[in-house]
């Protein structure tokens, strides 16, 4: 099934750019999930500045090339799901070679999405990839968590993104639904992210997948100096 | 400097157990923060046990010796601190042998305390460890967590959990900093956890040691059907 809603009739309908009449179907792009690599990081650091941006953080962001590298990719990485764990979303005009990652547990996540109007991506040449057709439209970052009332591991979600002009096509569904499949794949007990309780469309979304929003809980940051000062309370 | 506050005075204080006057250096207790092995299954099988009924929560703990065993200590187990890690809370009336666990990047923690009163156990045979003197009180169990925007990993405490007959006397402060600890000696830029909102005294306590608590934002959390369902929403 599409995420897209698909064109609710068969009949031709009218494109927004000045072209003449252009059936929906003509209207198609084609979505890749795929584990990212060590060689995408500069797209990866350029998704989590917009990130910033987009929430006003940018003074809070330190995020370099070298220093996601590092702690995403470091030597002798885990394996993927076992650590911090990034999901990059690839469009495409045409579609993708349905090829492996060669990644035990995981296989590429093809989706056609059917559109109302094509999209006009002002930033295809920063974004696109060695492919030249493909564009690096989104992320997803999670990694392990861990329930103990369960005693199963479970996957947390960091940071999901897609840039602006991929928004509102069902992209976010995708890249969430991809960790599901692979927390349901592995036998994991729970997918858990946090949201800003003044995003209530955020929070309605969450809730019509069927996620409970936990109104007591309060998330707690030690950081900073106040982490150092109480990491010698033992000394 | 210890965690739990020194007397008053030098001068003795009458017991509560009906002995005779007993001078406060007389009621010490010692205790070691060591990482947990599979052997430790058992006793922290049996503090989750307890915490499940410290929260009223009993209904929602399934989690048996043998699926703690198989999640936490897996064959070819990944070193400590880079997935779910436990510090176990042991205590004894005499001091700990300086050991080390031969476990790179970290040092057993020993503290003594010193207290108003000695301590009833009543439990303590169910908790004795195979050190004769050696009785487990607690446990906290923690895993890397990231941040993009610091482009750094952290620890995510789960649970934090000292028994009954132990609390209010510094250990809770203990466990804490040891993993504060261990974050800060890995260049980790964060320590983050949960907490209830009505529990205004955990709160202050966080407050005091410097922890910031995040009011806007609420986890969400995606479990059982709806997480089966919402993974097949690409198939």
Known sequence: ?????PPPSPSPAP???GEDLIPFSQHQIFSRIRLATITDVPHIHKLIHQMAVFEKLTHLCS???SSLATTLFPPNSPPPFTSFTVFLLEVSKNPFNPISQNTPNFTPVLKTVNLDLPINDTEEEVFRTIDDDVVVAGFVLFFPNYSTFLAKPGFYIEDIFVRECYRRKGFGKILLSAVAAQAAKMGYGRVEWVVLD???????FYEEMGAEIMQEWKVCRLTG???Q?????NI
Chains 1, 2 share one sequence.
Do not use: C
């Not at 099934?1 to 809603?5: E, S, T």
């Open 15 to 17: 494109s927004a750019i």
């Open 225 to 227: 100096d106040a982490l």
């Open 229 to 233: 000062a109480f990491a010698s309370v």
């Open 198 to 204: 003044w995003n209530v469309n955020a929070i309605k």
């Open 1 to 5: 099934m599409a995420a897209a809603a």
């Open 63 to 65: 995020a370099t090339e």
